[in-house]
């Protein structure tokens, strides 16, 4: 059977604990969805706003108003920060010449890898002056200096960048050549901000990306052989597509040991 890797997946693959179950039907035989939680909606109504849809073409022109009809101070900022989007890519010099990018290569033979970017365009980069091309990945989040968890902006360096590694790689298997990776920050805090990060790819992330890669699949055999079992915890449930079929399913939180 052929298998379509995608950085998702393999973030998905490297949490600790994680259910297999949920895996299968998510992203590999990709018959369900996610739940979508507040934050991803969020995400998608800014990339709605900035580039007209999400990733694989979704959109959301609206996002839950309070009781009484009103939008939602985080609305608010948000559509600020998108209506600041263009301004944004006028001072870096950015024009956006192609969005939602899909790529795919083959890998290995059953192994494809896939990724959607959201952009390409040029950029002034401070040190290396002018970029002809880039992949831009836009991003929102809830304060660019947030230093806990895994969307640490402040400390970018402590966050997993498979995407940057995948996107990278694929854009240069696929076009023969190399192109720089930015992601683009926009925050909706009470001072909303934005924050351009660029991350570096070279030799040790691709090969971290070739590891990452090999774990995956090593896994993905292994459940094949052994079986896609259940691993019923809150954090797995909470957004799970099969909550209402599957018998294992538990909003009961880990007890906690001291």
């Known amino acids: 059977m052929p298998y379509k890797i995608s950085q998702s997946l393999i973030k998905a693959f490297a949490q600790d604990g994680y259910c297999p179950m949920k895996l299968k039907v998510v992203y590999i035989e990709k018959t369900h969805n996610l739940i979508a ?58 024009k956006i010449l192609d969005k939602d990018v899909y790529l795919e290569y083959e890998y290995e033979d059953g192994i494809t890898l896939n990724g959607t970017i959201d952009f390409i365009s040029p950029i002034w980069d401070d040190t290396d002056g002018p970029i002809p091309k880039a992949i831009i990945d836009l991003k929102l989040t809830m304060n660019i200096y947030s230093q806990f968890g895994p969307y640490c902006w402040h400390f970018p360096h402590n966050m997993d960048h498979t995407q940057a590694y995948m996107y990278s790689y694929l854009w240069r298997e696929i076009h023969g050549e190399e192109v720089p990776f930015y992601y683009l920050v926009f925050d909706y805090k009470p001072t909303p901000e934005y924050k351009i990060i660029k991350k570096l790819t070279g030799k040790l992330e691709e090969y971290e990306l070739k590891e990452s890669i090999r774990r995956t699949v090593e896994k993905i055999y292994l459940h094949e052989s052994k079986g896609y079992f259940t691993n019923p915890k809150s954090t797995n449930c909470k957004n799970c597509p099969l909550q209402n079929q599957c018998p294992d399913f538990t909003k009961a939180k880990k007890i906690q040991t001291v």
């Open 37 to 94: 939680s507040e934050h991803m909606h969020r995400g998608v109504f800014f990339e709605t706003l900035c580039l007209g849809s999400g990733v694989h073409g979704k959109t959301l022109t609206d996002l839950p108003r309070l009781k009484n009809g009103k939008k939602s101070v985080s609305q608010e900022r948000i559509e600020d920060q998108a209506a600041q989007f263009q301004s944004t890519l006028i001072n870096h010099k950015m």
